[in-house]
């Protein structure tokens, strides 16, 4: 599951050259989508060659026996500790995984006790920043980008550096993103990109026999579903990120990677791509393909949620990240939901000048705080294991891992698929409210949220980028 965490004040001058590295580099540069497996004398599907490039981390060996520290001997000390554990997966299955970690590394490391505090994912958002005024947890989500430099700042975050460094290469470059100025302050457990999720059934029934490729294509079978009697698209617009997430893709679509960066360093979309990308955003809202009230309606919270709307078959498909397939089972009762569940590439623009195999995603991670950091950091070694990412998949709590020796359990045939996508996908955008500040993250979230609500046009859409760097 992820998130779009806030951010406080505005990063400058290296920081932000920082943060647009990190975008182009995460993901697309991961080495979980190339790396060998953990079987001995086996290999996964082998790199792109749009990813030759990119470093694949070496085959894992087995989860650490918690026979000593990160960097040796006894955890803190040998002194007993306790380490609150803040994360987002207030349900099950990842509810239930997540106390197995904890329980299991304590049984590992008997002086070190994991007391877990689940929350959900928009709650924990502003619990983070709230904390990390006072006294924060000790290990807590993180999402990287340009909220963990702002958090560093706070001094609140351990450098964990010296204990990773002879494993953080296991889960490819993408850990980049969790790093600042070349110091660890978090590890990444999976990796996301977005996408659209369907109901093959509902698809069926309305006679679309492919999923759409283009943006014409989209537009068409939003007609088919809708003379079958079916809501097109489900949107969690009560959350606003969701909306986001359209008019970013169509950016993608329309500009070049380059434009993309250099425009969200100089914080002004001027160039005329991001209109048209309003434009292509204005023809799909006019299609009027969401559910009714959507612009109430919550991305993740019970069964009326965007997300519950899919699970339960009242909409055919929902624009989310791989975490959907994580989101979705505990919101219907369908024991065979997953095998509904179909996923495809947010469909190109024709004349669009995007960069080929660009695409919109992030990852989610921990922090930890200064209290026993080397205890953290071996947990999170643990955490990111092969054996234990194998069994978090396996219990559907996470989907893309963060190790590619663990890519071997991924046995569901949409996330194959998006393994596959992700094989293919040259430069992953950071969302782009994790990427800018919070203040001009919140004014793009609202400005495409106010859009899809009928207010604006796609020239004020791509100002108020600008206009909310100038506050």
Not at 79 to 88: E, P, R
Not at 266 to 292: I, M, Q, S, Y
Not at 314 to 336: F, H, N, R, S, Y
Request: aromatic share 8%; proline share 6%.
């Amino acid at each position: 599951m992820t998130s779009r965490t806030k951010r406080t004040t505005v990063l400058r001058g290296a920081r932000s050259r920082q943060l647009a590295a990190i975008s182009v580099v995460a993901i697309a540069a991961l080495g979980l989508a190339a790396c060998s497996s953990g079987k001995s004398g086996s290999s996964n599907t082998p790199a792109p060659s749009s990813a030759s490039n990119n470093t694949a981390p070496p085959a894992t060996q087995a989860a650490p026996s918690g026979s000593a520290s990160a960097a040796g001997g006894q955890l803190n000390g040998g002194k007993d500790v306790t380490l609150t554990w803040w994360h987002n997966a207030n349900t099950d299955p990842g509810k239930s995984a997540f106390q197995k970690v904890a329980d299991d590394f304590h049984a590992a490391h008997s002086n070190v006790t994991i007391e877990v505090h689940p929350f959900q994912n928009e709650d924990i958002k502003t619990k983070i920043p709230i904390a990390l005024q006072g006294t924060p947890p000790d290990i807590f989500q993180q999402w990287g980008g340009g909220a963990l430099a702002q958090q560093v700042q706070s001094g609140k975050l351990a450098d964990i550096t010296q204990y990773t460094q002879s494993w953080i290469g296991d889960l490819g470059k993408g850990a980049a993103g969790w790093a600042v100025d070349s110091k660890q302050y978090g590890v990444p457990y999976d990796y996301h990109v977005v996408g659209f999720w369907y109901r093959t059934d509902l698809f069926q029934k309305a006679g679309i026999s492919d999923p759409p490729a283009t943006l014409d294509d989209l537009l068409s079978d939003i007609q088919k579903l809708k003379a079958a009697g079916i809501s097109p698209i489900a949107l969690g617009g009560k959350d606003k990120w969701p909306d986001a997430f359209y008019w970013e893709n169509f950016i993608l679509k329309e500009c070049p990677q380059d434009t993309v960066v250099s425009s969200l360093d100089a914080k002004k979309f001027t160039d005329p791509c991001f209109v048209k990308a309003g434009e292509d955003l204005k023809k799909l809202v006019d299609a009027k393909p969401f559910n009714p009230g959507f612009l109430s309606t919550s991305a993740q919270q019970g069964a009326g949620s965007s997300a519950g709307l899919v699970a339960n078959g009242k909409a055919a498909m929902e624009l989310q990240g791989d975490w959907e397939m994580a989101v979705i089972p505990p919101l219907t009762q369908d024991k065979e939901i997953a095998s509904k569940m179909g996923f495809f590439p947010f469909p190109s623009v024709n004349g669009g000048q995007g960069t080929p195999g660009a695409a919109l995603g992030g990852g989610d991670g921990f922090s930890c705080s200064t209290k026993a950091p080397d205890a953290c950091a071996a947990f999170l070694q643990y955490l990111t294991s092969v054996p234990v990412e194998t069994e978090l998949i396996k219990a559907t709590a996470i989907t893309i891992p963060s190790n590619g020796g663990a890519t071997d359990a991924i046995s569901d045939p949409s996330l194959k698929k998006v393994l596959s996508y992700l094989q293919g996908v040259t430069y992953n955008q950071l969302y782009f409210d994790q990427y800018m500040t919070s203040a001009i993250g919140n004014a793009i979230n609202d400005a495409v949220s106010n859009f899809m609500a009928g207010q604006g046009t796609p020239q004020s859409l791509a100002d108020s980028v600008a206009k909310a760097a100038a506050q």
